[in-house]
């Protein structure tokens, strides 16, 4: 069973658009992370989430990243205005009982 | 700064043998926690197997075995009676500061 899924699956979109990335955990969770893979590369942290506010962060979520839990369940990334080099594979986790993660399946986001 | 390091970009084996995945990692910290993902081609991150720093035992999960040398700060992968659905990219990773830093991963090939 997974422990969290994500929509859509797949994204295309122009640059200089805005894309939202949703996560829905399936059972309840209090940590919540964003990575991205660009393709064949290794996985890189973007964020975490704990109490509806951001613990820690990379440098790769620069301001045109956000992230937020609006209504208590669907846990989003948002990109202000995309840029071919965001273009990647973007999996949302959450924290198991010892600092594992659980990953969804991944949206793949092309910037066209 | 905390790194994973993964010296084998790909590797094969026969069907039914016993493959050694590599990984090496660096912290000044005592206490942490290291994590084995498998990707298949779907590129879903799949958790194979994680080992606590402070737990001398080595952890094992069915045909997945780990080498944990908390001196030398090595942490290998073992798995036996390989099977042709354990092909995919394997990633090495260490939990810090409530994120994960993944190794480059290994491409494990697996021959009929």
């Known amino acids: 069973e997974p422990e969290v899924t994500q929509t859509p699956s797949h994204q295309v979109t122009q640059m200089g658009q805005e894309v939202i990335l949703r996560c829905v955990p399936i059972s309840n969770h209090l940590y919540f992370y964003w990575y991205r893979q660009i393709l064949g590369q290794k996985v890189e942290f973007l964020v975490s989430f704990y109490n509806n506010e951001i613990s820690e962060k990379s440098e790769i979520f620069d301001d045109q990243f956000s992230v937020e839990r609006p209504d208590g369940s669907n846990f989003t990334l948002k990109i202000r205005s995309t840029k071919l080099e965001d273009s990647a594979m973007y999996f949302c986790g959450v924290r198991g009982a010892y600092n594992e993660q659980f990953f969804g399946p991944g949206t793949r986001l092309t910037v066209l | 700064a905390q790194t994973v390091t993964q010296s084998q970009p790909e590797m094969s084996v026969q069907e039914a043998e016993t493959v050694t995945l590599s990984c090496t990692y660096d912290?000044?910290?005592?206490?942490?926690?290291l994590f084995w993902y498998k990707q298949p081609p779907s590129r879903q991150m799949i958790l194979v197997i994680r080992q606590e720093a402070y737990k001398q035992q080595n952890a094992t999960e069915n045909r997945f075995s780990v080498n944990f040398q908390k001196a030398a700060k090595s942490f290998s992968l073992k798995i036996s009676d390989s099977q042709l659905g354990d092909a995919a990219m394997y990633f090495c990773a260490y939990y810090v500061d409530d994120k994960i830093i993944f190794g480059k991963g290994t491409r494990l090939h697996i021959l009929p």
């Open positions: 912290t000044s910290e005592s206490d942490y926690y």
